[in-house]
């Protein structure tokens, strides 16, 4: 087995409710203050688009987080119950029927992050534009496109290198698990791979995926490389990024 790409866990109990009030908080929101921005035009803008991929992000995370503490709650109680057959308490009980609504829509969930995740970046994208305003300029269209643009240059981006070496080398977690994962194993035909949801410690839920690259059909898993995703560690580097985004944007008072 090769070494596991993607996310690494947090490795620490979160606190769910903490975590979803701090992906709530939309960390471009200064930037829009500056702006004056009208956050509820009638015709929509990038703006207006970019607010309304935060906000299915944010729900879709939500779910997620809520239904990871179910999950949790279940495997370090209720299921060492039903292992071993011991009756449920009423408190394991409730936790069992719950974990039984939700276990099955895990992996959709995280799917779900992802794809919003996805989508919410090439918003981000579209808005550089009211700051990248002349010379040789970037799709505005995707954000893979416009990251791809920046590691071709050559030269210094000009007065914008700082954030054309950001997004060239404080990206990485986006070509690896998010680029990869949503484009080869959920939107376009996905290699020979085997993928489950695991628990990497007692309190949070990741997909991991196998990519199988040993010789088919006789050993298609002798050889495999791991990829990891992980909610909750995508969240924090996506929020890492915003938050120097909205610096980085206010700094240039556009």
Not at 134 to 152: T, Y
Request: with cysteine; net charge positive.
């Amino acid at each position: 087995m090769n070494f596991p790409l993607g996310h690494r866990p947090l490795g620490k109990r979160p606190n769910v409710r903490n975590e979803i009030a701090r992906i709530k908080r939309d960390p471009l929101e200064p930037w829009f203050e500056v702006l004056g921005h009208d956050l509820n035009p009638v015709i929509s803008t990038d703006i207006s688009r970019y607010r309304d991929a935060y906000r299915l992000y944010f729900l879709s995370a939500r779910r997620f987080l809520t239904n990871m503490s179910v999950v949790a709650r279940y495997m370090a109680s209720a299921y060492y119950a039903r292992k071993h057959r011991v009756a449920y308490t009423s408190h394991e009980r409730k936790i069992a029927d719950k974990y039984r609504e939700i276990a099955p829509y895990t992996e959709l969930e995280i799917i779900n992050c992802l794809i919003h995740a996805r989508i919410l970046l090439d918003r981000v994208a579209a808005m550089s534009s009211r700051f990248l305003k002349s010379g040789n300029r970037p799709s505005f269209n995707s954000f893979s496109d416009h990251k791809k643009f920046f590691q071709k240059l050559s030269g210094s981006y000009g007065e914008h290198e700082p954030y054309a070496s950001y997004i060239r080398n404080g990206t990485s977690w986006f070509e690896m698990p998010l680029k990869e994962v949503r484009d080869n194993f959920v939107v376009h035909s996905a290699p020979k791979h085997m993928r489950s949801v695991v628990l990497p410690n007692d309190f949070e839920v990741e997909l991991l995926i196998l990519k199988a690259e040993g010789i088919y059909p006789e050993k298609p898993l002798a050889k495999t490389t791991p990829i990891i995703v992980n909610v909750l560690r995508m969240s924090h580097d996506i929020e890492g990024f915003l938050d120097w985004y909205c610096a980085y944007a206010v700094g240039k008072k556009v």
